[in-house]
């Protein structure tokens, strides 16, 4: 169970999360922002993500591949 703390909208290079990184909060994203490259980052600043993701999008093509491989 959770609750909404904040909410914003993204507009731009101005808008930031950094008060809530490092404090364990998870951050909800869209396909358009979802990306391994942010989740990595996110994650090392123990920061959580929950997206939805394009199953055609370069990176995540790439991964999925590789996960059936295995």
Request: proline share 1%; glycine share 6%; charged share 25%.
């Amino acid at each position: 169970m959770g609750y909404v703390w904040n909410f914003f909208i993204y507009t731009g290079k101005d808008t930031m999360i950094n008060n809530c990184l490092e404090k364990g909060y998870t951050l909800y994203l869209d396909n358009w922002y979802t990306c391994p490259v942010l989740i990595d980052k996110l994650y090392t600043k123990a920061t959580n993500v929950v997206g939805t993701i394009c199953k055609n999008r370069k990176e995540f093509s790439r991964l999925l591949k590789e996960k059936k491989r295995k």
